[in-house]
């Protein structure tokens, strides 16, 4: 058996008629990978809640794009999304729903609510996925920068993003030789923030300008950039990368 350095020389693999499923795919850092992996040659499936929403992201997609409706924080929801799923060569689970503030502030729902959709959610996406999951596949959970560094009181959304860094570093051992890693990108100026207050947005925005090393916020495209990089290097598992523009250094 020759491995992928021997055949390709570089590690690569070719997202050329490969399936890749997206939950979490019909806006932000989500849709832009599903870009990518079609100008790649990739078949992409579509998950998120919006019907609305999904069918514009297919749409801008064209024939290469199929989607369905499911909520990350129903397990039934997930197997359903995942038994009309025939194979996956890659995953990408950037879903989540979840409030974000201080221990003092917020209710206990509001607290637990991270670890609810963005750590269980991508827990039992995974869960769904596996049985399909090709052998030289692999799967990017989404994470954030805040695990290493918290910009304010936010102790249940920060101990989320590391527990997410740690839950693939745990997958990967489990689902060898299919590849497990993790991206988690620093503040994005994308779809998410732009639905955020404008004042929250504006004060979270500056910080991060005086922050991160490259005193900026990052694109959407950098983040996608960095899980596509993820896909198609066959060496790269139990890894987190952190698109972040040095946030995580200083
Ligand atoms: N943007 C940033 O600055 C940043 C930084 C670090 C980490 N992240 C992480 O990146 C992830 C996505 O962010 P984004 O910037 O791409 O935001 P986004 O544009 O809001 O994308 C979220 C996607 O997930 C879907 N979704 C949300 N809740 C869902 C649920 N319960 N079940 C199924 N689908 C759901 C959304 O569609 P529906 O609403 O229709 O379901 C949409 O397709 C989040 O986990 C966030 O924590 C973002």
């Known amino acids: 058996m020759t491995s992928p350095r021997t055949r390709g020389g570089t590690g690569a693999a070719s997202l050329q008629g490969r399936d890749v499923v997206i939950v979490g795919g019909s806006s932000g850092i989500g849709l832009e990978v599903a870009r990518r992996a079609v100008a790649a040659g990739a078949r992409v499936t579509l998950g998120g809640r919006s019907e609305e929403k999904l069918g514009r992201a297919a749409e801008s997609l064209g024939d290469a794009a199929r989607w369905a409706v499911v909520d990350n924080t129903d397990k039934e929801s997930l197997a359903a999304f995942f038994a009309g799923v025939e194979r996956i060569d890659h995953l990408f689970t950037p879903a989540a729903t979840y409030q974000v503030g201080p221990m003092r502030e917020l209710t ?23 049985p399909k999951l090709a052998p030289d596949g692999s799967v990017v959970l989404m994470a954030g920068a805040a695990s290493v560094r918290p910009p304010a009181a936010a102790p249940a959304y920060v101990a989320c993003n590391a527990a997410i860094e740690g839950l693939g570093r745990g997958l990967a051992v489990e689902l060898a030789p299919a590849r497990v890693n993790v991206v988690s990108p620093g503040t994005i100026d994308g779809n998410l923030w732009a639905g955020r207050p404008e004042a929250a947005r504006e004060a979270s925005f500056a910080q991060y300008e005086r922050d991160a ?23 790269m598992t139990g890894s987190t990368l952190y698109p972040d523009g040095g946030y995580a250094l200083r």
């Open 108 to 130: 206990d729902a509001e607290a637990e609510s991270p670890f609810v959709s963005k750590f269980w959610g991508q827990y039992h996406a995974v869960k769904h996925a596996a």
């Open 213 to 235: 090393l490259l005193r900026r916020t990052g694109t959407e495209g950098e983040v996608a950039d960095a899980v596509l990089f993820l896909f198609t290097n066959t060496f």
